[in-house]
């Protein structure tokens, strides 16, 4: 039996569209910048070491899925004949990349359910927006006001993803070398980001005969106040620091400026992404009495191997010692989901570790956007 103010997940489920696309197949779908195939995309993706992603396109590239139903799709993964999904109270969903603007993501998704009269709620945003939906689902689960709450984390980023979208790539082959730093930049990000969805179901119980996770804590910060825009979609940078919105520009500076891809300031990412994460996580740490040396698995987001090994050293840096046996990531082979990049970690260990009741699982979740982290940690039952 829980105790009193106990919130437990008692079901993981991921969706990912369509079938695995490896390394050499990519523009098969996105099609290219340009009138021809990328001469970058190897080099960058030898940084980001991952080979294989999912696309909501389908080989002739036309849409075969919305964001909503990829996330419809998690949801119902969620519910049997145990677990019935009419249960369901409230559903909270984060995404970076809705359908539209209006209606919400969580309207779109509750469309494609068969549940009436629940709560909704939607989280704007990036990585952290999935952790949002969580928290807010664990809330409503923690007050009382819901026995069974589900949280989603999901992305459609090849909607912005596809060639007619880009500019050419740099052309500085050189450069991307010796600073794969740069590989972060518009038409850079299309080799990293992938397409899916995930859901949680959180209760007040724990379910019989099946693996649970208690929700410890869930703490989210932004250092929005200390650090200028990163990571930008439907906005332009100016050399100040200053963020323009699509809705300020004449439709045809949309095409000549690239807006609806994703950029990142490179500058930024490097200098402080890692940094500032790991400042966070000792805030916490000291916040919630963490002994580190109890953590059994460390589940870190990350947009590209290339910051693992950043963010070991910044973290040996700071004296928190997380032994390499004890982290797990699945990036590269599925990609990075931004929201729904947790849940697919959780789902991955679970299939792919032997978990024992009692231990400890940390989630680490950096979004670039404006400098916010998000960090959950789970005990298995």
């Not at 990142?264 to 890692?274: A, C, S």
């Amino acid at each position: 039996m829980s105790q009193q103010n106990d919130v437990f997940i008692t079901g993981v489920s991921i969706f990912y569209p369509n079938e695995s696309i490896d390394n050499e197949h990519m523009e098969d779908i996105l099609g290219f910048a340009g009138d021809k195939p990328s001469r970058s995309r190897n080099i960058i993706l030898r940084s980001n070491g991952i080979k294989n992603r999912f696309y909501s396109l389908n080989k002739e590239g036309k849409f075969v899925y919305t964001n909503a139903q990829l996330v419809a799709n998690a949801v119902k993964g969620l519910f049997d004949e145990q677990d019935t999904i009419d249960q369901m109270k409230v559903l909270a969903c984060g995404t970076s990349s809705p359908d539209m603007l209006l209606p919400s993501l969580a309207s779109m998704v509750h469309g494609e359910l068969p549940v009436t009269n629940m709560e909704i709620v939607s989280f704007a945003g990036a990585c952290c927006t999935g952790m949002q939906a969580l928290k807010y689902a664990y809330m409503t689960v923690l007050s009382g006001q819901s026995e069974a709450s589900v949280s989603t984390g999901s992305e459609r980023v090849s909607q912005y993803l596809q060639g007619r979208n880009f500019k050419a790539e740099i052309e500085n082959l050189q450069m991307l070398e010796s600073n794969p730093i740069l590989a972060f930049e518009k038409d850079f990000l299309r080799w990293m980001l992938s397409d899916g969805a995930g859901a949680f179901l959180l209760k007040n119980q724990p379910d019989e005969g099946k693996m649970n996770f208690k929700i410890d804590w869930i703490e989210i910060g932004s250092f929005a106040d200390q650090y200028e825009t990163c990571m930008y979609l439907g906005a332009e940078k100016d050399k100040d620091g200053q963020i323009l919105s699509f809705g300020e520009m004449n439709p045809d500076e949309w095409i000549k400026n690239s807006v609806f891809s994703y950029k990142q300031d490179i500058r930024l990412l490097g200098e402080n992404i890692v940094p500032v994460g790991v400042q966070f996580l000792r805030t916490v740490m000291e916040k919630r009495k963490l002994d580190i040396g109890d953590v059994d698995y460390f589940l870190p987001h990350l947009s590209s191997m290339f910051f693992w090994k950043k963010l070991e050293e910044e973290l040996e840096n700071n004296y928190i010692n997380i032994p390499q046996s004890k982290w797990y990531t699945n990036l590269t082979k599925i990609g990075n989901i931004g929201a729904a990049s947790a849940y697919a970690m959780l789902d991955g260990l679970m299939h792919e570790r032997n978990l024992q009741s009692g231990e400890k699982i940390l989630l680490f979740i950096p979004e670039s956007a404006r400098f916010s982290y998000s960090l959950v940690y789970l005990t298995v039952l």
